[in-house]
């Protein structure tokens, strides 16, 4: 991939999570491609497997590693792993997240007769269901404070070591129709900033960023009609992005990459960086 500027993460080992998906997959070929050692960690080992092999063959340093950011003892084993094959983590990013569409209400708004319609595709604040709710919540931020506990003491004692989490723009402002997807990002930003100051005297710096609308083959359906048009959820986000467009996966890699460098951020930590085109800041008037 072509990279916005290159750091020098040579023999580093980077832990990313979620490295087998659409946005991991960019962030574990900028690693690769700035010379660490990359471990993919993934729910699917055969995907996680696959993109590994395919950054081997460019000659590349990557292992893929089967783990649940949700489970305690299967981060452990996949810790294990990873120290024998490439030694301690030196960044990890916690790139696990994601939505449930039972922690996520079908209208922006709720009106009285919404109560009173028997329409079993209506799914209002009432009917959303305490295990969606649970799962949103558990895999953004226990699947993001989990990784930390294990992979964290690996940096404790050593030089240029960081964890970069991932938020999202609604943790600033709350988007319609998913309280449970924004109040666990909101806990993730956080969390980043608790972590920040709790590890600052170990040498630990804790930062993340937090990006806005992105259009990738994940949400294509949500934003773009089958005839290419533009959704009425995409022309509201559209309306309230100063900068006028949807993001690129590929404008996420520089700022990890600067959080990543100690040469280039060394100094920062506890900060939640929007990459947003400017949503967080407008008002809308």
């Given at each position: 991939m072509k990279l916005p500027f290159r750091?020098?993460?040579?023999?580093?080992?980077?832990?990313?999570?979620?490295?087998?998906?659409?946005?991991?997959?960019?962030?574990?070929?900028?690693?690769?491609?700035?010379?660490?050692?990359?471990?993919?960690?993934?729910r699917s080992l055969e995907m996680a497997e696959k993109k590994a092999a395919e950054l081997t063959l460019e000659g590349r340093t990557a292992i893929g590693?089967?783990?649940?950011?949700m489970d305690k003892d299967s981060l452990k084993k996949a810790h294990e792993l990873i120290l024998t094959t490439f030694g301690p983590c030196d960044i990890l990013i916690n790139g696990a997240g994601g939505n449930n569409p039972k922690g996520t209400t079908t209208k922006e708004y709720l009106f009285e007769e919404d109560l009173l319609e028997d329409n079993k595709e209506l799914v209002t604040f009432f009917d959303l269901e305490?295990?969606?709710?649970?799962?949103?919540?558990?895999?953004?931020?226990?699947?993001t404070l989990l990784p930390c506990q294990e992979f964290a003491k690996d940096m404790i004692g050593r030089k240029s070591c960081n964890i970069i989490n991932i938020s999202s723009t609604n943790a600033f402002t709350p988007l319609t129709k998913i309280p449970a997807y924004s109040g666990a990002k909101a806990a993730v930003s956080n969390f980043t900033q608790w972590l920040a100051v709790h590890f600052s005297k170990v040498g630990i710096r804790v930062n993340a960023i937090a990006p806005g609308f992105l259009v990738t083959k994940q949400n294509e359906g949500l934003l773009m009609k089958e005839d290419g048009s533009l959704t009425e959820r995409s022309h509201k986000i559209l309306n309230s992005t100063p900068m006028g467009r949807f993001g690129e996966p590929e404008e996420l890699v520089g700022a990890l990459l600067f959080l990543a460098d100690d040469g280039a951020s060394g100094f920062i930590n506890g900060i939640v960086l929007p990459i947003d085109g400017g949503f967080s800041a407008y008002s809308g008037v």
């Amino acid at each position: 991939m072509k990279l916005p500027f290159r750091v020098d993460l040579k023999d580093k080992v980077v832990v990313i999570t979620g490295g087998a998906g659409i946005l991991g997959g960019y962030w574990v070929e900028a690693f690769a491609e700035c010379g660490a050692k990359v471990a993919i960690l993934d729910r699917s080992l055969e995907m996680a497997e696959k993109k590994a092999a395919e950054l081997t063959l460019e000659g590349r340093t990557a292992i893929g590693v089967e783990a649940n950011v949700m489970d305690k003892d299967s981060l452990k084993k996949a810790h294990e792993l990873i120290l024998t094959t490439f030694g301690p983590c030196d960044i990890l990013i916690n790139g696990a997240g994601g939505n449930n569409p039972k922690g996520t209400t079908t209208k922006e708004y709720l009106f009285e007769e919404d109560l009173l319609e028997d329409n079993k595709e209506l799914v209002t604040f009432f009917d959303l269901e305490e295990q969606g709710i649970r799962f949103v919540f558990d895999l953004n931020f226990l699947g993001t404070l989990l990784p930390c506990q294990e992979f964290a003491k690996d940096m404790i004692g050593r030089k240029s070591c960081n964890i970069i989490n991932i938020s999202s723009t609604n943790a600033f402002t709350p988007l319609t129709k998913i309280p449970a997807y924004s109040g666990a990002k909101a806990a993730v930003s956080n969390f980043t900033q608790w972590l920040a100051v709790h590890f600052s005297k170990v040498g630990i710096r804790v930062n993340a960023i937090a990006p806005g609308f992105l259009v990738t083959k994940q949400n294509e359906g949500l934003l773009m009609k089958e005839d290419g048009s533009l959704t009425e959820r995409s022309h509201k986000i559209l309306n309230s992005t100063p900068m006028g467009r949807f993001g690129e996966p590929e404008e996420l890699v520089g700022a990890l990459l600067f959080l990543a460098d100690d040469g280039a951020s060394g100094f920062i930590n506890g900060i939640v960086l929007p990459i947003d085109g400017g949503f967080s800041a407008y008002s809308g008037v």
